[in-house]
């Protein structure tokens, strides 16, 4: 760029030119380096980013589940992490975005960001023939998949940002492992969620003692946890040991 100042002068005798100085300010607004992200999350969910390890900017998807953020940085190469923070208060893992170059002055887009869903059990802890609730959400229009032990049990499109399915079996006794995460047309897979246990107890159901007797000592038993969530007792899995469970208990009674 160049500054031409036009103008005319008349030099003095006995020179033959004439010059012409004058101090010129310019001032200039010169754009920050930016990294705009967007993409997909629950509804009304929080997405939060990280540069570096440190909080740089939050925002709440619209009633469809989309997001985008603009974030200020500095030029050079960043570690991006996302995660997001659900309506119920739960969380996922960080999605990663390693070595992002920002160049001077300028935006970098990062589109179509896939995050994962969260996901929760409604018992931990269970006997063999109960079943347990898995819930939680996930960005709408995607397809959920819930991984047991390493093999598919489920999946589904998702119409609205919250799924649920009910696991009755295909569970081992002792320890189960539960994830879950998704895929969507034109878009890489979210990583997993949060790993969630499930523990299995070879008891016969009702049999709340392990004794291989379902009687009188697991009806006191029963009494004993009477209108709480247990940890034993709920065998409906209704979150509260009540009449459903006496009423099942009473079928299965062997003396």
């Known amino acids: 760029s160049q500054i031409v100042e036009a103008g005319s002068c008349t030099p003095a005798f006995p020179a033959t030119t004439c010059s012409v100085s004058e101090d010129v300010t310019v001032t200039a607004t010169v754009p920050d380096s930016t990294a705009t992200f967007s993409g997909y999350a629950p509804a009304s969910s929080m997405v939060a980013i990280k540069d570096n390890g440190t909080s740089t900017g939050t925002t709440t998807t619209n009633p469809g589940g989309s997001f985008s953020k603009t974030v200020v940085s500095t030029p050079g190469l960043h570690d991006f992490a996302l995660y997001f923070t659900d309506t119920s208060g739960r969380t996922t893992p960080e999605t990663l975005f390693d070595d992002v170059s920002l160049p001077y002055h300028i935006d970098t887009a990062i589109n179509d960001v896939h995050l994962p869903p969260t996901i929760e059990l409604s018992r931990t802890t269970i006997y063999s023939g109960e079943v347990v609730n898995i819930f939680g959400q996930a960005a709408p229009g995607s397809t959920i998949h819930i991984i047991l032990n390493g093999s598919e049990i489920f999946s ?35 990583i997993n969620s949060f790993t969630q246990n499930l523990a299995v107890s070879n008891c016969r159901r009702s049999d709340l003692n392990c004794d291989g007797y379902v009687n009188l000592t697991d009806f006191s038993i029963l009494m004993y946890w009477w209108d709480s969530a247990g940890p034993i007792g709920d065998t409906n899995g209704d979150g509260v040991v009540g009449l459903i469970d006496f009423s099942i208990m009473l079928f299965d009674w062997t003396d």
């Open 156 to 190: 589904t499109i998702l119409s609205s940002s919250d799924y649920n399915f009910l696991l009755n079996s295909g569970y081992v006794v002792g320890s189960n492992t539960i994830y879950s995460y998704l895929t969507r047309t034109g878009l890489a897979n979210s």
